[in-house]
């Protein structure tokens, strides 16, 4: 099994700033990608960022400008720097993780992960 802890999230005001971790562990695996997701009420999750192996990124258009996404792979975590926050963004932020397991060395399969969600809220 893969874990994904994540971290970081509470409520700030707009403006404000925040720092999302998302830590990966478990059995043997590689990274294909990591991103995060993002849940407001009553609306559809949507895709926030995402950071591949290769370290390229892409980001949802309300975002970009604002939020950074980047990858620490000696600690196989993800992180989130957002910043100039708005109440838009209030939502529960879910780290994904797109990974190839393996046993004994030989790989099994590529298995989308999520974690248990972290709650953002922008409000003065």
């Known amino acids: 099994q893969v874990q994904l802890v994540e971290s970081g999230g509470g409520l700030v005001q707009p403006g404000g700033s925040l720092r999302l971790s998302c830590a990966a562990s478990?059995?043997?695996?590689?990274?294909?990608?990591m991103g995060w997701y993002r849940q407001a009420p009553g609306k559809q999750r949507e895709l926030v960022a995402r950071i591949t192996g290769g370290d390229s990124t892409n980001y949802s258009d309300s975002v970009k400008g604002r939020f950074t996404i980047s990858r620490d792979n000696a600690k196989n975590t993800v992180y989130l720097q957002m910043n100039s926050l708005k109440p838009d963004d209030t939502a529960v932020y879910y780290c994904n993780a797109d990974l190839t397991t393996y046993y004994q060395g030989i790989p099994r399969g590529t298995y989308a992960y999520w974690g248990q969600g972290t709650q953002v809220t922008v409000s003065s």
């Open positions: 478990g059995i043997p695996f590689s990274i294909n990608a």
